[in-house]
């Protein structure tokens, strides 16, 4: 199983920016690939981004542009950057990896977006 710990959430203003910041227990250029995915009150997870374990991405549509998903083979970390956000943003964040054993999950961490 891997570990994974999110940081980088937090409180910002709509049009603000913020960061998230994921790293793994395992070294993340063995990972099959790994994601974001964010959870609203009474809502089930759903995906924001994903990049594989060669560095495709895909993004869900009402954040395209706005984010990027990236990762540092050199830091072993998995990224967020999240720009131009807006009050509906405002989530729950998890990271997740793929591995041949199955999907791990962060703990999340909270992004508050104010209007």
């Known amino acids: 199983q891997v570990q994974l710990v999110e940081s980088g959430g937090g409180l910002v203003q709509s049009g603000g920016s913020l960061t998230l910041s994921c790293a793994p227990s395992a070294t993340i250029s063995r990972l099959y690939g790994m994601g974001w995915y964010r959870q609203f009150p009474g809502k089930q997870r759903e995906l924001v981004a994903t990049i594989t374990g060669v560095g495709s991405t895909y993004y869900e549509d009402s954040v395209k542009g706005r984010f990027t998903i990236s990762r540092d083979n050199a830091k072993n970390t998995l990224y967020l950057q999240m720009n131009s956000l807006k009050p509906e943003d405002t989530a729950v964040y998890f990271c997740?990896?793929?591995?041949?054993?199955?999907?791990?999950w962060g703990q999340g961490t909270q992004v508050t977006v104010s209007s």
């Open positions: 997740c990896a793929d591995t041949a054993y199955g999907r791990d």
